[in-house]
């Protein structure tokens, strides 16, 4: 048995037993309200340099299979579960998580107090947390966790190097793609509703992309602070008006900033499956998963174009926004691509931004 520990950066302790790879990682923490999809949270590009608490209390149990990867990379520095189940029960399975962690370099612990752990972080905000042998002085933890700084650039390290392509049979458009941490379910959307998608590393010029033709600019999710990507807060101010634009998670963030509005860090973040949205146009609600740590200010808003079109039911953070007149749209949540008629379809939205153009098309 392999005793390790979890210790924050508060002082507090947590006893457990190591499962994955026995590397000693130190990350900021955050937890997960998900009861499944531990798969798409531990390949989820939004969780660079993150360990991952997940509040479900037995995870595992349906192991991991080739076709549910939300990236090609396993993104998570560490995973923190009250149980691990090494026997999964599942016909499409084909590794199991403890396999892909260890494969990964990924430092895993089991037996925490989830639940406590939770609340302590809900509390407090989140904070430095360290996975370590047991019996590694406390000092010595302490101080690794003091000495431990995150990268301002984690989309930076996501990006893609080069431009990739994602074709569809019978393409309607073309989308060009920022990819700060894109999720393949975000590509596979853009798909399904006839649109090729060509992505493009963070950094690529508004010229480079011109080059292709692109009848709309999407802004991926991703991970970090959305200050510290300058460059693509240019590179959005200098496609509005231009063409098309959505933006999804940290894309949202980064239209609103783009339209001089602000951001901030939030306590303890959005993490999971079950937060409510209110479409303010509509008046519906909705179910969203998110994944972020930062939000626009609301009062920042006042100052721009953009007006809210979204909003989070219980802490009233904005959750969507937009500039009709230059064809602009954003949403903080994930975009659901399993639709039917009683949900909105972030997708079809942006169709028919593209379907009259965006103003000076290919300028």
Not at 105 to 132: P, Y
Not at 331 to 342: K, V
């Amino acid at each position: 048995m392999n005793n390790r520990k979890l210790v924050l950066e508060n002082g507090r302790v947590f006893d457990g037993v190591g499962f994955g790879s026995l590397n000693e990682v130190v990350a900021e923490i955050i937890y997960n309200t998900a009861v499944v999809g531990y798969q798409e949270i531990i390949s989820d590009p939004a969780n660079c340099g993150k360990m991952v608490c997940m509040t479900y209390p037995l995870i595992g149990n349906y192991g991991l299979t080739d076709e549910d990867y939300e990236s090609k990379h396993i993104c998570t520095k560490g995973l923190i579960v009250r149980e691990y189940n090494e026997v999964p029960s599942n016909f499409r399975y084909t590794r199991t998580l403890g396999e892909v962690l260890e494969e990964n370099n990924v430092s895993g612990i089991e037996g925490v107090d989830t639940r406590s752990l939770m609340k302590l972080i809900s509390e407090k905000g989140s904070m430095k947390a360290l996975i370590c042998d047991i019996d590694k002085p406390l000092e010595d933890c302490m101080q690794i966790l003091n000495d431990y700084q995150e990268a301002d650039d984690l989309a930076c390290e996501v990006t893609s190097k080069k431009v990739w392509y994602s074709r569809t049979p019978n393409p309607i458009y073309n989308v060009a793609v920022i990819d700060l941490g894109t999720k393949l379910n975000l590509i596979k959307g853009l798909n399904n509703v006839g649109c090729n998608v060509i992505s493009f590393p963070y950094n690529t010029t508004k010229e480079e992309i011109l080059k292709y033709k692109p009848n709309g600019l999407f802004i991926s999710s991703g991970p970090g602070n959305p200050e510290k990507l300058t460059e693509v807060i240019q590179l959005i101010k200098s496609f509005i008006g231009i063409i098309p634009i959505y933006g999804v998670g940290l894309g949202h963030q980064l239209i609103g900033l783009a339209y001089g509005a602000s951001t901030y860090k939030m306590k303890c973040g959005h993490h999971g499956c079950n937060y409510p949205v209110k479409n303010l146009e509509t008046g519906r609600i909705e179910i969203s998963t998110q994944n972020h740590m930062y939000t626009v200010d609301r009062e920042s808003i006042k100052n721009t174009n953009l007006t809210v079109t979204h909003e989070n039911v219980i802490t009233k953070e904005i959750e969507g926004l937009q500039d009709l007149k230059n064809k602009v749209m954003s949403i903080e949540f994930e975009p659901i691509t399993i639709i039917d008629e009683n949900t909105e379809n972030i997708f079809k939205k942006f169709i028919d931004l593209m379907k009259n153009g965006g103003g000076k098309k290919n300028a």
